[in-house]
């Protein structure tokens, strides 16, 4: 085991016993992450259940609704372990989510969830519900893969290289491949215990940012060029925006789920403290990505847009019309504090 246990601030030694003692004493352990898994909520969860299979612990482990691994994560170690959410236990003695700030971002599995008698909510969001009886929950974190590292290092389960890989998709797409401001001294000092394990970071980087079908190209283009900016949103600091229909995608054989790279391209402009790509998935539905450049809190405007993230990074799922959400996008953004430049 690492020498520093609770590296992880926020959460309290009895919550951390509570996680442990409830893990060692059930007979099997139930694993959700949210629904449209990313990096972070897929890592975290294989790299748990690998933990369980080292410890001998029987587990199911899914994520609700559309039960589709993205492309860009199926070179992830532990896939074969996923069961069908159908097959999911209905009342589960323990339960743990991950990733997910509120139950609804369990999708199918939050009836699952309501009905275990131990549910442990483990997370880094600020905007989390605590909607379990357990909660490992800390907002000071840079990924929710963070927060697993130390309860993987207390169950007393030594990191394996599949164990650490999957840590370390959750922590580098979380982190922006270290480029956010989550990034901190403990952050490297982690990935430099999980790189210590044979991990090449080339190889991920690859699989999660560097590759694309040639449909990508011009679904891309599409987007940039309905691009709009909006100077005056934000008291002046401004707002980039632009849409990816399913005609987009479908003129190209595109899967929605690779449309997670265009709003780090949107982001890119420097007249816009703010970026919003609205994406249509295959019901009709508009998946919203935010993205902030630290002086306005986005994840603030998409709580009261029934979604949530954190200040940087947030999202919400919209079942309307696109220049409607954009308009109260504009209120809300005028209406959060504008931070000092640090």
């Avoid at 139950?103 to 969830?113: E, K, V």
Wanted: hydrophobic fraction near 45%; charged fraction near 20%; proline fraction near 5%.
């Amino acid at each position: 085991m690492n020498s520093a246990p609770g590296r992880v601030p926020a959460i309290t030694a009895d919550e951390w016993d509570r996680a442990v003692e409830s893990i060692q004493r059930t007979d099997e352990v139930c694993l959700a992450c949210h629904v449209c898994p990313d990096g972070d909520a897929l890592g975290s969860m294989l790299a748990f259940a690998q933990a369980l299979r080292a410890l001998g612990k029987p587990f199911t482990a899914s994520f609700g609704d559309a039960f589709v691994v993205p492309r860009i994560l199926r070179f992830l170690p532990g896939l074969d372990l996923l069961t069908d959410p159908a097959d999911f236990p209905a009342e589960p003695d323990v339960m743990i989510t991950f990733d997910a700030a509120g139950s609804d971002r369990l999708g199918s599995l939050a009836a699952n969830a309501g009905k275990a008698q131990e549910l442990i909510v483990i997370d880094h969001h600020a905007s989390n519900t605590r909607f379990g009886t357990t909660h490992l929950v800390a907002p000071g974190a840079a990924a929710t893969a963070v927060v697993v590292e130390d309860l993987i290092d207390r169950l007393g389960v030594p990191l394996t290289h599949d164990i650490a890989l999957d840590l370390y998709v959750g922590l580098v797409t979380d982190t922006g491949s270290f480029k956010y401001r989550s990034t901190t001294p403990e952050v490297h000092a982690l990935a430099q215990r999980l790189l210590a394990t044979g991990i090449r970071p080339e190889q991920v980087a690859r699989e999660v940012w560097d590759r694309a079908p040639f449909g990508y190209l011009p679904v891309l283009a599409a987007a940039l060029g309905r691009a709009r900016l909006e100077p005056d949103v934000a008291d002046g600091l401004g707002m980039v925006w632009t849409t990816v229909t399913r005609a987009d995608r479908a003129a190209h054989g595109l899967s929605y789920d690779l449309l997670e790279g265009v709003i780090d391209v949107v982001r890119r402009t420097d007249e816009a403290e703010v970026a919003v790509v609205f994406k249509e998935d295959d019901e009709g539905a508009w998946q919203v990505s935010t993205r902030s450049k630290g002086r306005i809190d986005v994840g603030m405007a998409c709580v009261a847009l029934g979604g949530g993230g954190h200040p940087t990074a947030a999202g919400f799922t919209l079942h309307g019309e696109v220049e409607q959400a954009v308009a109260r996008l504009r209120e809300l953004l005028t209406q959060i504090e504008v931070a000092a430049h640090s």
